[in-house]
């Protein structure tokens, strides 16, 4: 059984950083696509960032490019999200999420449901 376990949230000032990993046990996390979503209170589940499973391929919302940064460490069976110059608008709980796929899909999931497995959720609060 896959399970996903975020860590790294937290408060910060805006302006700040902020890198949260998650970490994969139970699965083989080299083939998972994987990707990070938010959801602010009040507000609608948004897609973050994705990250095919030989990590050529990236695909950024707009309201994160050039701020977030995704990576994976498959030895490690970690993925991180890079968060910079953090703005109040990016609070919000974050999930990673992981998806099992062949090697050349790089077709970008946007929608939580389509994920096999997802974490907890990690709690990122920015002050203004």
């Known amino acids: 059984q896959v399970q996903l376990v975020e860590s790294g949230g937290g408060s910060v000032q805006a302006g700040g950083s902020l890198r949260l990993a998650c970490a994969a046990s139970?699965?083989?996390?080299?083939?998972?696509?994987m990707a990070w979503f938010r959801q602010a209170p009040g507000k609608e589940r948004e897609f973050i960032t994705y990250?095919?499973?030989?990590?050529?391929?990236?695909t950024y919302a707009d309201s994160v490019k050039g701020r977030f940064i995704i990576s994976r460490d498959n030895d490690k069976k970690t993925a991180y999200l890079q968060m910079n110059s953090l703005k109040p608008e990016d609070t919000g709980v974050y999930y990673c999420?992981?998806?099992?796929?062949?090697?050349?899909?790089?077709?970008?999931?946007?929608?939580?449901?389509?994920?096999?497995?997802r974490g907890q959720g990690t709690q990122v609060t920015v002050s203004s």
């Open positions: 139970g699965g083989q996390f080299s083939r998972f696509a």
């Open positions: 990250m095919s499973r030989n990590g050529a391929s990236t």
């Open positions: 999420a992981a998806r099992p796929t062949i090697l050349t899909d790089y077709y970008v999931h946007r929608t939580l449901s389509d994920y096999a497995h």
